[in-house]
């Protein structure tokens, strides 16, 4: 097999690289370096099987040979990173992934979209199942995000549906894991590194937001299962078990055994109040399930902070 995956360098796409290489594929890593990171792939230079592109994709990519599969997953994530670049954001989510869509048409290779439990916003049904529609505001801040990964879901169905694309959508449910920068503003990112340096975890309005968090490994495994089946419509992959911030925040203080207290700031506009993925369609169709639970996975991105 012989890939391409954009967004390699990001904490994400720089996993799928390592796993796909394990498998014994050839991979080709795109990414413009935005908020990817070089060093993500720094045990990877001397792979002759891997192959590395400064590229942005919201211009069109060429390869000669054979290409099997593009795992399309070069977007900004974290809250932080897209709201300080929504022109950027939306253009990644929509010229980017017409880009790896055509790229892929032109080889005949598989297609796979990395989207987001944000396409079901504010969801106001629990859990979330792929049948959802969602509850978006389409011109808040987040609606870059948002409005954008759900642009490229409908532009995926539609290379789908009138060019016989061959494509796959996998919706992540809050990934988290090593290599997700200390500083990127996402909630484990900044409660690890707030308890690391013993000073108060930010939690944001009263804690009684949910999440369901799902470790990078499990992510990558679901993502390369997707790739494999003949799925067409999108599947949920995440965690199926809901946690309040303000309990995410005992979990980190007890797995790095520190007793810093949490501080209360402000909830960001249109912050989801719970999230919870539906995951039955992942296990029916892929026999996936998450198998690194959460205290565990958090002590292991712990351990990647103090190396
Ligand atoms: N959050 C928090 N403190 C932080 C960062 C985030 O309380 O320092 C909250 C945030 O308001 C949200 C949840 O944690 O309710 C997850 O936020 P994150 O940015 O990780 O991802 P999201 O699911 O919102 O995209």
């Known amino acids: 097999m012989r890939v391409v995956v954009s967004g390699a360098a990001g904490f994400i796409g720089s996993h799928l690289c390592d796993r796909l290489l394990a498998d014994g594929q050839e991979v080709i890593g795109l990414d413009n370096l935005s908020t990817g990171r070089v060093e993500n792939l720094h045990h ?22 054979r290409i099997d599969v593009v795992y399309n997953l070069a977007c900004p ?49 629990q859990p979330q199942s792929e049948t959802y529609w969602g509850n978006v505001n389409p ?13 490229a879901e409908a532009l995926t169905m539609a290379y789908h549906r009138e060019r016989g694309a061959d494509t796959r959508i ?97 909830l960001p506009q249109d912050d989801p109040n719970r999230r919870q993925p539906d995951i039955a369609k992942a296990r029916r169709l892929l026999r996936w399930e998450p198998e690194v639970d959460l205290r565990h996975g958090v002590r292991l991105m712990l351990a990647s902070y103090v190396e």
């Open 44 to 65: 990877l230079q001397d792979r002759a099987e891997f192959r590395f592109f400064r590229h942005d994709i919201c211009e069109p990519f060429q390869s000669d040979g």
């Open 77 to 125: 994530a974290s809250p932080r990173d897209y709201l300080a670049a929504p022109l950027e954001t939306l253009a990644a989510c929509s010229e980017g992934t017409r880009n790896m869509l055509e790229l892929a048409l032109r080889h005949r290779a598989t297609f796979l979209q990395a989207s987001t439990s944000e396409a079901y916003g504010d969801a106001l049904v």
């Open 139 to 151: 011109i808040g801040p987040r609606s870059v995000y948002d409005e954008g990964k759900r642009y």
């Open 170 to 266: 996998a919706r992540l449910f809050n990934v988290y894991g090593p290599r997700m920068k200390r500083g990127d503003g996402r909630v484990l990112p900044a409660f690890l590194d707030q308890a690391l340096r013993a000073v108060p975890l930010t939690v944001f309005g009263d804690g009684s937001q949910t999440r369901s968090f799902c470790y990078v490994s499990d992510i990558v495994e679901g993502i390369v299962g997707l790739a494999a089946s003949d799925e067409a419509t999108p599947v949920n992959l995440g965690g199926p078990d809901e946690i309040t911030v303000l309990e995410l925040a005992k979990v980190v203080q007890t797995v790095a055994d520190v007793d810093c207290g949490v501080t209360h700031l402000e």
